[in-house]
Each structure stands twice: as C-alpha cells, then as structure tokens.
C-alpha cells in the first residue's frame, strides 16, 4: 500500500483500539524531493560504514609534516578542521549507477566477499547468492581514482610511472569530499601520499558575484559562448580571471573583450608572416639574437629586454601559482608592448633595408616566444598560428631561426628565464624617455586640442643628456606622434618662439609648433562658427552690464556675468589665434 493510504488505515485502527489520547494539529516542515517533488522522510535501514579515524590520522600527518602541501595555505585549516572531528563514513547509497558492493549473500543470510566474484556462498556453500543492490558513494570510488585507474592492485608499468603524480588541482568546495579522501585511502593502500602539491581554485559565479543556478536564471552555457565567442577567449576569460582560492566573477562581455584578444594575436601574426614573406636575402650572421645587442635598433634593444622581463615574471608567478597574473602580464605584453609600440615601429624599419632582415628576425623570436608562453591559456588560436608562422620560417631566407622548432607549438620547448643584463634595464628606460613618453605627451595634446592626425606640425624637443638619441629617433617619434618631422628639431638648451605651450615629460620639454599647422576648410569652418557664437556671447554681456543691470541687480549675481564674459572673451583671443 502507499505510505500516505497505510497511515491513514493505522491511526484508524489506533483510534478504534482506543489508543489515541488527543488530537492536536500543528505545522512542520516538509522537505520534498528537488526534481520529482516526492516527501523526503528518514528510513532506517542496513548501511555499510567505514571506520574513518585511523584513516584522517595517516592523512592530518601528510600534511603537517609537509608531504602534501595545500594552496592556497589557508584552506589547511578547513582540511584539519574536518579530518580533526571526522565521523564514521558511510559508502553504501541507493542509486542505479557506481560501483556494486562487492558482498553477496545467500539464503541464509551469510556474507560473502573477495577479489572475484564468488559463484557460491563462502560460508555454506550455497550457490543461491545475490549482490548487494547498494552501490558505492561517488566519493569512494572516486578516493580510489589516482591508483585504481592504473592497475592496482598489480605493479603495472602504468602504476610505476604516474603514481604518485605531483600537481593535484580541483575546486576548495570539495577539498574535504574527494582530495582528503584520495590521500587517506591513497595512504592506506600504496603507503604513498598520491600528490605532493594541492592547488584549489575558485567557483565561477555570475558578473554579480551570485552562484550561478537554473532558479536565479543566471547560468552561462559554456557550449553556446565557445560558439559565440570561440573556446579561448572563454579559457583566457576563466584563467586570467583567478587567483588561487578565489571566486571568479564570469561575464559574457568579458569573454568577448578577449574575443577581441584573440583577433589582436591573430592579425599581429598576419604581420609577423608577411615580413617574414619580403624577405629575400639571409642576413650574414643570421643565427643568435641575444648576440646581437650592438645591431638592434632602440625599439628592439626595448621589445628583447621587456620579452626577457616577461620571461622571468611568468616562470615567478608559475612558481606561485598565480597564473591569472602570468596571463595578465602576457596579455599586457602582446596588446600594448608587441603589437601598440614595436610592431608600430617595425613597420618603418621594414622601410630601410639595412634594418629590414634584422626586424623580421625580432618580430619572429618575440612573436614565437610570445606564442609558446600564451599557449597554455589559448591552446587553440597559438597553436594555428605558430604553425603557420614556423611554414613561412622555414620557407624563407631565415631558415635557421626555426631549424629546431618542432612539428607542433605544444611539444615545443617553453622559455625559460635568464638572468638579468646589464643593457637591458638602460634599453628600457632610454626608449621610455626618448620614445614612449614623448610620443604619450605629444597625443594627449592633440586630443585635448581636438587636433587630427591628418594636421601635421612640427615640435621642438629639449632634452640636455639625451639629445643626441632624440636626433636619432625623431623620425620614429614623428610617426608614432603624427607630426611633422621635416619641422621637428632637438636641442639641449633652447626656448622656440611660436610654441603655444610647453609639456615637460621627465628631463625632456615638448614644444608644439602650431603656426605653420594645415588646417582642413572644415576645421576652419568650425572655428569661425565658435568664434561668432562667443561674439554673440561677447556682445550680450556688454550690453547687459552697461545697462542698468550692473548697478540694481546683486552684486554676485554682476560678478558671475563679468566672470562670464572674461571667460568668452579669451576663449575668443584663443580661437583668434588658432585661424592666424
């Protein structure tokens, strides 16, 4: 009978043998089943237990005594605080999937157990037995995977070699369900710890910082992003986005910022390879970069000392774990130093012939460098483009550059880090003051003064200890700047007349020379319209105040449109000047 229609038939019967006292209503919680809404009651029923204590002892020493370290470290203190006052585990559940408990009884209720399955009953003989219909917790089996996969309990090969492996790395949620329980029963059975190292990384919750679930309607299908955005930009997203132990905020606009990533790399590889492709004599001493120092121009003596730096930062944060961080550097390092400044200014070394084969040469080691370090967090776009950049290495007069890459980007050597030169760190800071704070200064300018690349003028550059390097690279600055380099000079002491202002960067001082700047006819246009509205302005606050509005009106209120008309008229002595 159901359990609701016997109940019913009991208190019946209670009542008809006089066995009820009262009746008395009252309300109570009734848990009910998430998927198919049945009432969850207790039942007690035969369970199989394991005892666990002896078990936590072995696992709390692996940990204490540093056999097994936990990262970050403060989730050892949840991992002590559960193995510390740890109950007696129960591995039986109901289900129809896992492992069958491997005991069988017969008739008479006698328990049978071994390495095979019996055909008779080990106590009488009987042959009528069945299995225990329980299976295993998830949990246990899954306690047994680094050893049970590989042939154990026999000394396979397989066992040899993988156990016990190095690097565990899963969620903190479940660092007492499956990583304890692994290294208690890896203990118990190999006598090994099956890991040296425990790294625990964070859950992924929505943009807001929630869980994501079905009831919230927040959930990101990872399936329909890969195909909306592409699989590594949601692996860049999901890696960059973490620190050890921490939850990460995933949103579907950060996933399609580093979509955008993505198409950066790959139109910067499209540039690599096609320099790579008017190359048509081999250098001489084609061979070694690193020696070559006295060769490289300012911008490649930077690009070499930034890509040795990122070298060493990478391999320091993997040593730390923070491997978010080691994807933001190589991130930082491709968008803004590779791809913003260098290849910037490899297209005009690519001009000159003397420099063109030693710039493919710095744009295919850094590139090929780049890509072997940010392979591990975009597999898939890295890889497409390291292969088309070693085919058109190999096929080129630069042959020996790729004479020992191998056949694929993910069996290929990764960078490792040198130590520190000398010429580094002053190759950094001369391209700093000479190049990229100039430049910087030189752009903010024009855009505070809404002037567009198309409008070249020339600027003077003061600088008493570098202006020898400034003479040097003033070409270069004048791309990367947009101004005109024929009316461009450099000094170490002087004051140009005709600048309209001075922008001092460090020990340099910036003069822009906007009297001779072309105008287009619809800058003109503009600004003769701005001068005629301040005109207007100019003419109505005259006028206002030589009436009797100066002498009745309060005298803050006079005061704010005196103030109001000094503003327009040097905002109209400035516009002046700007059409002269």
Request: glycine share 4%.
């Amino acid at each position: 009978r159901d359990r609701f229609e016997a109940r019913k038939n009991m208190w019946a019967d209670m009542k008809k043998a006089g066995l009820v006292i009262k009746t008395e209503p009252y309300r109570t919680t009734i848990p009910r089943s998430q998927r198919g809404g049945e009432i969850v009651e207790p039942m007690i029923s035969t369970q199989w237990f394991v005892t666990i204590e002896p078990l936590a002892q072995a696992a709390l020493e692996a940990v204490r005594d540093g056999r097994i370290k936990i990262v970050p470290e403060r989730f050892e203190k949840v991992y002590f605080n559960w193995l510390e006052n740890i109950k007696d585990w129960c591995i039986s559940r109901q289900l129809w999937w896992g492992h069958r408990i491997p005991v069988w009884y017969c008739p008479d209720g006698h328990m049978t157990t071994g390495r095979e399955d019996p055909t008779q009953c080990g106590t009488c003989g009987s042959t009528e037995i069945h299995q225990d219909e329980d299976v295993l917790d998830t949990w246990f089996s899954s306690g047994l995977w680094p050893f049970s996969t590989l042939g154990w309990p026999d000394e396979t090969p397989d066992l040899k070699y993988f156990y016990p492996t190095s690097y565990m790395e899963t969620g903190y949620d479940i660092l007492f369900f499956w990583v304890a329980r692994m290294i208690m029963l890896g203990l118990e059975f190999t006598d090994e710890a099956p890991f040296h190292t425990v790294y625990l990384h964070g859950l992924i919750r929505d943009e807001h910082g929630r869980k994501m679930s079905k009831t919230y309607g927040n959930v990101i299908d990872p399936l329909i992003v890969m195909d909306d955005f592409g699989t590594d930009a949601l692996r860049f997203t999901l890696l960059v986005g973490s620190s050890p132990g921490n939850d990460t905020s995933l949103s579907v606009k950060k996933v399609e910022a580093n979509r955008n990533f993505a198409n950066k790399i790959w139109n910067v590889g499209r540039f690599v390879i096609n320099a790579v492709s008017s190359v048509t004599t081999q250098p001489l001493d084609s061979g070694d970069l690193s020696l070559k120092t006295d060769q490289w121009t300012l911008a490649d003596s930077w690009i070499q000392a930034r890509l040795r730096q990122l070298v060493r930062d990478v391999e320091r944060l993997f040593q730390n774990f923070q491997y978010g961080e080691a994807g933001r550097h190589i991130y930082e390092f491709l968008w803004s130093d590779f791809a913003d400044w260098y290849v910037e200014i490899a297209k005009g070394q690519l001009q000159d012939e003397e420099s063109k084969a030693r710039t493919v040469e710095t744009l295919v080691h850094v590139f090929d460098t780049a890509l072997r370090l940010l392979h591990p967090f975009t597999p898939f776009v890295t890889e497409e483009l390291w292969d088309h950049l070693r085919n058109a290495v190999r096929n080129s007069p630069l042959f020996t550059l790729a004479a020992d890459w191998p056949n694929a980007l993910i069996v290929a050597k990764w960078p490792e880090p040198s130590e520190p030169e000398e010429w580094e760190e002053s190759k950094i800071a001369d391209f700093e003051e000479v190049i990229q704070d100039p430049v910087r200064a030189n752009r903010n300018f024009h855009a505070e003064k809404n002037i567009k690349p198309s409008q070249k003028h020339g600027v003077t550059y003061v600088n008493p200890y570098k202006a020898e390097l400034f003479r040097e690279y003033l070409p270069t600055i004048s791309a990367l700047s947009s101004t005109d380099v024929e009316q461009s000079f450099v000094y170490e002491q002087y004051k140009p007349s005709g600048a309209v202002t001075s922008l001092v960067v460090g020990s340099t001082e910036i003069y822009p020379m906007l009297s001779g700047m072309k105008r287009s006819e619809e800058d003109t246009a503009r600004l003769e319209k701005e001068l005629k509205e301040a005109q207007s302005h100019i003419e109505r606050l005259e006028k206002l105040l030589a009436g009797d509005f100066a002498s009745k009106a309060p005298a803050q209120l006079v005061a704010k449109e005196r103030d109001k008309l000094s503003a327009y008229k040097e905002t109209a002595e400035k516009i002046k000047a700007q059409l002269k």
